[in-house]
Every structure is written in C-alpha cells, then in structure tokens.
C-alpha cells in the first residue's frame, strides 16, 4: 500500500509537467499565428504603399497628370506608412508599433480620400485617375480582410494568456498581451 502511495506525486508532476508544455506550445501556436497573419496584412498593405509611386508624371502626359497639392500628401502618407509597416514587421506584437501603424494608415486613407473628394477637384488638373481610385478600394479592401484576421489572431492569443492555470505560464515566459489593429 505504501508504493502505490508514493507513485501518486509522481503521477501528479507527471500531469502537470505534460499539461505545462501542452498550454506552453499552444501559446507558442497562438504567437506564431500572430506572426502569419501579420504576414498577410503586409502583403496586402505592401501594394497600396506603393500605389503612390504611380501618381510620378510622364514626360508624355503631363496634362493628365493630377495637381501636385494632391499627390504631395499621399506620398507623405504612404511613406510614413511604410515605415511604421516596417517597424511593426520586425515586431507585431509590440502595441506601440501596432498603434502607430494604425495611426499611419488613418493618415494615408485620410490623405487619399481628400484628393477624391469632389469638392477638392480643381479645374487646372484633374483629381486622381479613376482607375487608380477603383484599384485602391480594391486592395484597400483586401488590406481590411486580412487586418481583420489579424485582429482575430489577437484576439485569441489574448483570451489564452488570460485564462487560468495558462496565465501563470504566460506570465513566466513573458507572454504578454497583443494590441489589436
């Protein structure tokens, strides 16, 4: 009777070294789930940064070419939208990065969407093409499904590291709450 007494905290750390790494590496799963969908999210962004390149005037078209008062902001716009892409790239689960990618892709629609507006079109030049128009609410679209899937993504991970026994594990290895988009 006695050993079948002294396998029982055996058992015990058994079970609870086999439930620490089973919740450790779903953590793990969530963070790299993070990571993949942060991936998309750059791809569909990547393109609408660049969307601005195309507003550079041909030296055969200069007359369709839009007014510079619309094309300065948005190139303004999407490089400091660039750049907070970048920063947040190298780390996805940094909420200031987050924050200030979000911050930079307000600043770009908004940048966008005053040189659409008809109010703004001067009779010297034209407003934006209206092809590019069409293929920036395309891909702006698809920017915002795949942003979605990385707030779902987040969203996840954050439910995980906050529910018990999983938050003792997430607070040892250093797990911490993910901003969303």
Do not use: C
């Not at 550079?56 to 510079?68: A, K, L, N, S, V």
């Not at 395309?138 to 993504?153: H, M, P, T, Y």
Request: proline residues 7%; charged residues 25%; hydrophobic residues 50%.
């Amino acid at each position: 009777m006695t050993m079948d007494l002294s396998l029982l905290p055996w058992l015990l750390a058994a079970v609870l070294v086999a439930w620490a790494v089973g919740a450790h590496n779903r953590l793990v799963r969530l963070r790299a789930a993070i990571h993949t969908a942060f991936a998309a999210v750059e791809a569909e962004l990547a393109p609408l940064v660049k969307l601005a390149d195309t507003l550079e005037p041909d030296d055969d078209e200069e007359d369709d070419e839009p007014p510079p008062e619309f094309v300065e902001p948005i190139r303004g716009a999407s490089a400091q939208l660039a750049a907070s892409l970048a920063s947040a790239k190298a780390r996805p689960l940094d909420g200031d990065r987050i924050a200030a990618l979000r911050a930079a892709g307000e600043a770009w629609a908004q940048a966008w969407d005053r040189a659409e507006r008809e109010d703004a079109h001067d009779l010297a030049g034209p407003r934006l093409p209206e092809a590019m128009s069409t293929t920036r609410a395309v891909r702006l679209a698809q920017a915002e499904a795949a942003g979605r899937q990385f707030n779902e993504a987040i969203d996840r991970y954050n439910r995980a590291i906050a529910q018990f026994p999983a938050l003792i594990l997430a607070w040892v290895f250093g797990f911490r709450p993910a901003r969303p988009l």
